[in-house]
């Protein structure tokens, strides 16, 4: 959740399906920033755009699900008196077919209420005490119901098999959770800034805008980082023990931008201390190089990908090392909001209206994506 504005008018730039790897004098979408970037692309970088459809549909998750060749995609806010039971909330998009040329979607508006305005998702894979196959989404929550961390059964995505994992601290229903990211051992750990509140669909917060711990083996939650802006965007590096967070806080939420706000990306260390996972030895990951980042994923080779929005129509994909060092940048006009990996050298971005693929060298697999 972050700026919303649409931008085509570079789209026809790289609308050719078939876009070339950079060359000088060419206008490309490809920034290299270190001659590393090449091996990211590999030898033959292209953009796909797979929708481009009139309503803001494409917003955030792009959580590939392998078995079923299919994406999830959570809607921005839209007003379709045709979506089930209300007209006025954010839905899932199943896109089906990826394996073929002809990929088709679907709103799943019987979810509307079952899952209350879904944003980010991740595959979730073990559950603290079991194997399973499942896609979680942090939900925003709406004015009758709280928000919080839900799953999905991707192979069948109907709201008898959505399961909520948690939808309060405490007394306190979250403000609007936005994204969230998985570990191998059922750990989710989740990200709560008050956009929800600020578009007017859930109450006001009463709580801060921090990040928190979901355990499935214990069935708890704690607040485990604060001292955010807005905390939005959160990933973990492929070895489970780094957590990164964006802050979007400089989006103050009414399509104002504040310049002295936060929009940097940290970096923790996961840390057990008395039995227990704790993010320690915060530091500034990554100042991305346009806006801030609201979609953010990690590879198996440990860089990180933020998707960022000026906020003034300009929209990128940041490629930055572990080592928090810019290789390169994917720029994607449209409404930005979230990235995810598909199969190998496969990136899927969203535009609002648009669903980008970006094809990138085989060696690029995101992490958690292809497991099992
Ligand atoms: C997307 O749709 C808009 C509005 O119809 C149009 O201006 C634009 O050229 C389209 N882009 C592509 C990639 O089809
Ligand atoms: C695409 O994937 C679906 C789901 O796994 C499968 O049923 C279908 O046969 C596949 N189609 C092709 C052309 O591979
Ligand atoms: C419909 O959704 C909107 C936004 O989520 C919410 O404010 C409203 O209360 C909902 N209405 C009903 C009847 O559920
Ligand atoms: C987890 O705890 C919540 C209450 O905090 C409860 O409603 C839910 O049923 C519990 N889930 C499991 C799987 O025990
Ligand atoms: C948006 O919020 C900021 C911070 O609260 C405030 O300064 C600004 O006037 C607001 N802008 C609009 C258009 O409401």
Redesign the pocket.
Known sequence: MYYRHVELALLAAIVGLAVSAPTAGKQTPFKAYTSSFASVLGSSPSIEVLFNITQPRLHEGAVYHP???SLFISTDTINDPSIANNASAQVLVHVT?L??STPTYNILSELVSALPNPAGGIRYLYDGSATVDLIAFACAGSMTQPGGVFTLDPYNPTSSAVQALTTSYGVYRYNSPDDLTALSNGDIYFTDPAYGVYNGYVPDPTLPNQVYLYSAATNTTRAVADGFGRPNGITHGPDGKTIYIGDTGASVGNGTIDNEGPRSTYAYDIVEYSGQSFLTNRRVFAMPVIGAFDGLKTDTMGRVWGYASSGTGVNELEVWSSGGELLGTINLPGEGGDVGFGEKGQVYAMGGNLLYRINVDESVVGTGVLSS
Do not use: F, M, Y
Request: hydrophobic share 0%.
């Open positions: 078995p079923t060749h077919g394996n073929t």
